[in-house]
């Protein structure tokens, strides 16, 4: 079958305006954004992509939850098979997990209230259970609600979904998928998903693969599930699937995210659809302008407004402004975004690149009291090519790189943190992107981004006042960094 071609197309020839992008992606800078890269894409074609070194189009990326639209695709198939129904009792296929007196808000819970967030639990039964066998916590964790009847947003919920997509196929849900979907629409097979402690795929927030996959992924939805002629998904599952199924106001506010969730798809504004993953990874699908919007990127601590800015931008720079038939083209318009798209660089801190004052810090060593992060020494190097902040603590002597105003690329020198399966520790170090800048004479602030499977970040804040450092450190990462939280006191030790 003939996958998806994403033909690059100047953006007038699609009825945008190259103007328009360069301010879109003026903006994303402008608002401080940790942008990994973005794609633009109508009428099935690409008017501009781009990537934030050191991330590139054949880099596979974390897709968090977005992974979850990837469990709903397998589902539908599922259904579309015969081989499952959404009416389905979920605890039907967990007989061997099930307890004797199990909870009748579990055992009523269907495949239909996980899908679209509704499940018995207001938070992930693997999380509120803290064990390490996660499809054994759905059914053993006490409930707090009738499943089916509001909206809690659960990943324990998609992630037993997973768990059921590979009991009835007996391959892991990434297979399932690219035998019957992916595969179809120009996926690489080395797309993958994180696995859980006890060996099903991590679908609810596990799934690596590229941006320009996820645009194809996108089209599937965009074409209710038609791929080049055949109907690989049902038109049926995609309706519902992008539509509205239960409303997700539990705040009662009516601003933010509160148009309805469908099966594991955010229904957004202007009549939209979303994937969305954590850190902002998104995936905008606007079937009324036949356009989708993906990007990916680290804005893990800004994640909500950083949420909303982008829907603003979005639609105040391109949607609100797109023409039905192509425009003009603009030559010098479309080099200028070119070249824009060429130059992109990560957003770096605000600040300094240099100090007069390394001259009192370089190769100072400085005595820590007792801190959260167990650091009891902390000294300065600052030589030609980058500075080196390093320290002690009862795991041994660590060093983290930082360029000057830019980013220095190296290990984080952490050796425990997961790998492919959560509770296993990865055979290397996460990779980092780490660059310093002094916001005041004496203030220094390194900031350190991981950026590999696991997507965190960390602001390391080191302020002197005489011969004493204040040391402040935070984290935003899910399951790692822990130990790189909250504030400590040293004085300087003699040279």
């Not at 974390?62 to 081989?83: H, N, Q």
Request: charged share 20%.
């Amino acid at each position: 079958m003939q996958e998806y071609k994403l033909m690059a197309q100047t953006p007038e020839s699609l009825g945008i305006a190259s103007e328009s992008i360069g301010r879109l992606i003026g903006d994303f800078t402008q608002h401080g954004f940790f942008m990994h890269s973005f794609l633009l894409m109508r009428h099935g074609k690409i008017a501009a992509e781009g990537y934030y070194k050191p991330f590139g189009p054949e880099m596979l990326h974390r897709a968090y939850s977005v992974s979850k639209t990837f469990t709903s695709a397998a589902i539908g198939i599922l259904c579309d098979e015969g081989k499952l129904r959404l009416t389905d009792k979920v605890h039907s296929f967990f007989p061997d997990l099930c307890p004797p007196d199990l909870h009748p808000y579990i055992a009523d819970a269907t495949v239909r209230d996980l899908l679209m967030m509704s499940s018995p639990f207001a938070d992930c039964s693997y999380v509120t259970t803290k064990s390490d066998e996660w499809a054994w916590t759905f059914f053993n964790t006490p409930p707090v609600k009738p499943a089916g009847t509001v909206f809690c947003y659960d990943t324990s919920g998609t992630f037993l979904l997973d768990a059921i997509i590979e009991r009835l196929t007996g391959m892991p849900f990434m297979e399932y998928l690219r035998e019957k979907l992916l595969k179809h629409i120009g996926f690489s097979d080395n797309a993958w998903c994180i696995k859980s402690p006890d060996g099903y795929s991590w679908g609810g927030s596990g799934v690596m693969c590229t941006t320009r996959e996820l645009a194809k992924f996108a089209l599937v939805f965009m074409n209710k599930g038609n791929v080049g002629g055949k109907q690989l998904l049902s038109e049926e599952y995609v309706s519902a699937a992008t539509s509205k199924q239960i409303d997700n106001n539990v705040t009662g506010h009516e601003i933010g995210m509160h148009y309805g969730y469908g099966y594991q798809i955010w229904v957004t504004r202007g009549n939209s659809f979303s994937f969305l993953g954590m850190g902002n990874q998104l995936v905008i699908c606007v079937p009324d302008k036949d356009l989708v919007f993906v990007c990916t990127a680290d804005n893990q601590g800004y994640d909500s407004p950083a949420l909303h800015l982008f829907y603003h931008m979005l639609w105040s720079r391109v949607i609100d402004n797109l023409s039905d038939t192509p425009l003009p083209e603009n030559p010098k318009a479309w080099r200028a975004l070119s070249e824009q798209i060429t130059e992109l660089k990560l957003t770096v801190p605000s600040g300094d690149s240099h100090s007069a004052f390394e001259r009192e810090v370089d190769g100072v060593t400085y005595t820590m009291g007792d801190n959260p992060m167990g650091i009891t020494k902390v000294s300065l190097d600052f030589e030609e090519q980058y500075g080196a902040l390093c320290y002690s603590t009862a795991r041994g002597e660590k060093q983290i790189r930082f360029g000057y105003g830019e980013y220095h690329e190296g290990d984080f020198p952490e050796t425990h943190y997961f790998g492919d399966t959560i509770g296993k520790p990865a055979p290397h170090p996460y990779r980092c992107l780490s660059a310093g800048v002094w916001t005041q004479p004496h203030k220094l602030v390194i900031k350190v981004n991981c950026v590999g499977d696991y997507l965190g970040n960390l602001a390391i804040t080191l302020g002197f006042k005489g011969a004493e450092l204040g040391l402040a450190m935070h984290k935003t990462a899910e399951w790692f960094l822990d130990e790189y939280q909250g504030f400590a006191g040293g004085v300087r030790m003699d040279r």
